[in-house]
Structure formats: structure tokens, C-alpha cells
């Protein structure tokens, strides 16, 4: 059980991508930036013309940590929490939970890949490393 997001029109795509299956990142049409969290005018050139597109949906991990602490009732811990460079999407960061294995097996420069949890609407983005069954115990 996580917070759930509020749904804006520029974050629409990125909440909902996962019902396909697809990690959802906004670009800016006129200069091709990502933009993320998604906005509606690009930050770079101010152009209003931006377009949610899927990527891969796999990354490299740039930072993580082991989350201890139940935020929430039911919330099952310990947890690792990755933020991930998101391959074809330069400059892009995506936080999120990494499930299978040991949480504290998570390390810099690991290659995850993305799936989506469904929750009221929403699909929420979880990572796992590429390679291990992300449903798995064993480290
Ligand atoms: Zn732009």
C-alpha cells in the first residue's frame, strides 16, 4: 500500500502506462528533451508541444536504499528503494520500489527492469533487477 498519485494531464500518461505494460516519459516535441516528472511546458525551450512516448522500460541504478520504516499500516518492510537512469530517456530518473531478492543486494550500477503494480486506477512502477524473478525470495 502506497500513497497514490493525483492525476494531472501531463502525468496521466506516465500513472496509466502501465496498464500496457509501458513506461511512459514525456519528450518535448520541438527539442527533444525528456521531461520528468512530466510537465506541460518544456523546461528548456518553452515549447507547449509535449508527447508521452513508451520506453524500454529498463534502467541502470544511479542511487538506492533500504527502506525500514513502515510508512503505512500493512506496508511490508525492509524494502529496497532504487532511483534508476531510464535507458533511451537521457537525464531521466524514476524512483521506486525494487521487489524480489535481498533488499540490501541492490546496488549502484545494477541493470533493473520495470512492471506495474495496479492500485485504484493507477499503475505504479516497480523495479527489479534484470535477470531475477521479481515475485522470487532468494537473493
Ligand atoms: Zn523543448
Redesign the pocket.
Known sequence: MRPLPELTAESSAFWTGGERGDLMIAF??????AIHPPQVV??????RS?TARAVAGTGTVYTCTVNHQPWVPDMQVPFAIAVVDVDGAPGIRVTAPVTGGDPAAVRIGQRMAIRFEPADGVWLPLWHRLGHDPDGEGA
Open positions: 518535448c516535441d520541438a527539442c527533444a528533451r518544456c523546461p528548456t525551450c518553452l515549447s509535449v
